[in-house]
């Protein structure tokens, strides 16, 4: 990290922007996007807060627990910079990977203590978060097998994400709780003036695209076969959100010969990786799970026994709004988280489009605003669960503005997208946040 990226001394700036990383990092994970927000902007206009106290294996704790460290982070910020007489009137959050679900529970909690009403909302991205769970509704054993161990191997937060959690004695997980047209959750979401999500469209192994876009779909199954239009300046890079597509011109045969040739080399060195290291690396993998498991089980303990700097009461709020109200002036005034993707079937698809009329009807101030993908009929429905559905419905209710991303240097695409480190292979997530700073975040 570097000596001034976080640098907020002598700052006057009275927008305030916070940056969540993800599942296993920390926050020079973000550096290259502070920096970037730092040379558009100067400190003397935003404010950058990196969330410290979620890093490293502590990410295993949960949504919930951890989306409790960074409200109270961002209170007690608020709170120094007042005392020194520093008034912050604006509110920006940003989260990178798991930090977007982490950087949502916040957001409810910020909205139960009324914190939101007394700074403005301003801008809210989340890049490659999986907000619809990270279940694989893929064919096969390995997803299956994915599906069962995934959500036993990072503790708390592993069961939330694949939605397996009864959250709270709701009878539905956090992610769905999350999602729920009247929680603080969305409520506190839909305050935020400007709202956008990026998501991959190829090699992101963590998250993929369907729950990073917030869609039921998959439009992208081939890309390499299609004529993508990209939006102009940003490289070959930002896919245009209103029109994914161009007429396909067609390919010389040389062409063709060495788009297969290409896709058989990548898929012989998948299998070679598969077949060698995968044995040995998910091996040590699992080893650390158990013990990362029981670690986290431990701190989440001690933290119910209020054992720790963070006292579990202070965000213990009602959920939804209707209880929201009547309990939480007085809680806060006493005080001061290669396979082919299977598809629905014809009868299925009609279910779940007859459940989305039903669901839409009562969902709170529904607009306008989703991306071309959900309203395109030649691509199937992913054989996603009704909860993710519903996820699905709510969030894109909220207007929500989804820019599909096309790396093509690097095969993790999850780290590129925000330049995680200085590789040459990461360049092109350098046009990302650039596109991010034009259209995503206002100051």
Request: net charge negative; hydrophobic share 40%.
């Amino acid at each position: 990290m570097g000596d001034d990226t976080f640098d907020n001394s002598d700052s006057k700036a009275d927008h305030l922007c916070v940056l969540v990383h993800g599942l296993w990092g920390n926050p020079s994970h973000l550096d290259y996007v502070a920096s970037a927000i730092r040379e558009r902007h100067g400190k003397d206009r935003v404010y950058i807060l990196a969330a410290q106290r979620n890093s490293g294996t502590y990410t295993y704790d949960g949504i919930e627990l951890g989306g409790e460290r960074v409200a109270h982070e961002i209170e007690d910020t608020l709170e120094q910079l007042s005392a020194k007489g520093h008034a912050i009137k604006k509110l920006s959050i940003v989260g990178y990977s798991l930090g977007g679900l982490v950087a949502r529970y916040a957001i409810g909690l910020l909205e139960a203590s009324g914190t939101l009403d007394k700074i403005e909302p301003v801008n809210f991205t989340t890049f490659v978060s999986p907000h619809v769970g990270v279940r694989s509704p893929i064919k096969g054993w390995p997803s299956h097998m994915w599906n069962v161990l995934g959500a036993r191997t990072i503790s708390m937060s592993g069961r939330q994400l694949f939605m397996i959690d009864n959250f709270r004695g709701t009878g539905k997980p956090l992610l769905s709780v999350l999602a729920d047209p009247n929680s603080i959750f969305i409520r506190g979401l839909a305050k935020f003036k400007h709202r956008s999500v990026y998501a991959n469209i190829v090699n992101d192994r963590s998250t993929v695209f369907y729950t990073t876009a917030i869609s039921k779909i998959d439009p992208f199954p081939d890309p390499e076969n299609a004529n993508i239009n990209y939006v102009d300046g940003y490289e070959q890079v930002i896919i245009d959100p209103d029109r994914y597509f161009l007429p396909k011109i067609q390919e010389v045969r040389g062409d063709e010969f060495s788009k297969t040739f290409k896709r058989f080399y990548t898929t012989l060195a998948s299998y070679l990786f598969l077949s060698i290291f995968l044995p040995i690396a998910s091996v040590l993998f699992l080893i650390n799970s158990v013990i990362q498991n029981i670690l986290s089980q431990q701190r989440i303990k001690l933290y119910e026994q209020g054992k720790t700097d963070l006292l579990p009461g202070r965000y213990r709020v009602p959920l939804m709004i209707q209880d929201v109200r009547g309990a939480v002036e007085d809680v806060f005034e006493n005080l001061n988280a290669a396979q082919g993707n299977e598809y629905l079937s014809e009868r299925e698809r009609d279910d779940e489009e007859h459940a989305l009329e039903t669901r839409q009807q009562s969902l709170v101030e529904p607009k306008t605003g989703t991306t071309q993908e959900e309203e395109t009929s030649q691509f199937p429905l992913l054989a996603l669960t009704p909860a993710q559905f519903e996820i699905i419905d709510s969030l894109n209710a909220l207007g929500i503005k989804k820019y599909p991303v096309y790396i093509h240097k690097a095969r993790h695409s999850h780290a590129a997208i925000i330049v995680r480190m200085p590789k040459a292979s990461f360049s092109e997530g350098k046009a990302v946040v650039r596109h991010w700073l034009d259209h995503g975040f206002h100051v």
